[in-house]
């Protein structure tokens, strides 16, 4: 099996069809000490001011992970490494925004019991995916999930809006139109496990559908819902062995003052504003990682 990445460190291998991180072994030739220990601050600044940035931006707007994940992949990280340990650092957000909307939920708590079990489930299931794929497809694909996501987030506004008119139109949805939710929330959750950008932005639109219309109580089952996704998932992972635990640590610092900065910040930039940042960021970084990949 060929190890990438021992040189930072680290190694991702299979191991019965999984990708598994490992510890390298020393290399044979030695390393400059002095060099390596300033290359090994300078990741960790960037990480963690990636980390800042990604907190900032889902505490605004959503979209986080069009910074915090490219960061890691340039830095050399294996791109399912890096899916992985993206996912189990900014983790922690969801719950902090969850507990937040608290008292949103008390009102929608019937929904909320309805969709948990297609959260979990799609969530699992596309954490397995992703550590079944192998890493040369998945680093192909990443540019086009990562435009995907992009798109979604540019359309956020459009989405919004039209969802007050679904909503309305099923204030009172019937059997089948609820198993339809069901089943549309489990893809959702199973894109949210296998990669996860822009991910809330099609769960609003599924809350819209069984006739929510508060954006309040949206925004509450959204982040339960990403913290079931997401906390399912990072638990595969963490278990697999495919988690670089030094730039989770670097990571969820760093966004969750990010998160702390973000309200502050909300106030003086405004949510579009910064959704146009992250939008053509996206596009940039869906070119470099087009031209990365496929060059």
Not at 4 to 15: H, L, M, Q
Not at 130 to 146: A, D, G, Q, Y
Not at 163 to 191: I, M
Not at 209 to 218: K, P, S, V, Y
Request: net charge positive; aromatic share 10%.
């Amino acid at each position: 099996m060929r190890w990438r990445g021992c040189g930072d460190g680290y190694a991702v291998t299979r191991s019965r069809g999984y990708a598994v991180l490992r510890f390298c072994r020393a290399t044979a030739q030695p390393r400059n000490l002095v060099a390596h220990s300033q290359n090994v601050t300078l990741e960790t600044l960037i990480i963690f001011g990636s980390g800042i940035a990604a907190g900032a931006i889902n505490a605004i707007a959503g979209g986080g992970t069009l910074i915090s994940f490219p960061v890691l992949v340039w830095l050399g990280r294996d791109p399912i490494l890096a899916n992985a340990t993206n996912t189990v650092a900014i983790w922690p957000g969801s719950l902090t925004g969850a507990i937040g909307f608290r008292r949103e939920l008390a009102t929608v708590r019937r929904w909320l019991l309805l969709l948990v079990l297609p959260s979990f489930a799609g969530g699992a299931l596309g954490g397995w995916l992703l550590l079944r794929t192998p890493s040369s497809i998945f680093e192909r694909l990443v540019p086009f999930l990562i435009l995907g996501a992009t798109l979604l987030l540019a359309a956020q506004e459009m989405i919004t809006r039209r969802l007050g008119v679904l909503a309305r139109a099923h204030e009172h949805p019937t059997a089948g139109w609820v198993a339809f939710v069901f089943v549309f929330q489990f893809l959702v959750a199973l894109y949210g496990g296998y990669f996860g950008a822009g991910m809330g932005i099609l769960m609003l639109a599924a809350l819209g559908l069984i006739g929510l219309t508060d954006m309040h109580q949206m925004n509450g089952l959204k982040n339960v819902l990403a913290v079931c996704i997401n906390g399912i998932a990072a638990i595969y992972f963490v278990l697999a062995k495919a988690v670089a635990w030094n730039d989770v640590f670097v990571m969820m610092a760093g966004a969750i003052l990010g998160g702390f900065l973000g309200a502050r910040l909300a106030l003086r930039l405004g949510r579009t504003f910064v959704r146009r940042a992250v939008v053509a960021i996206g596009l940039i970084m869906t070119v470099a990682m087009l031209v990365r990949s496929w060059a």
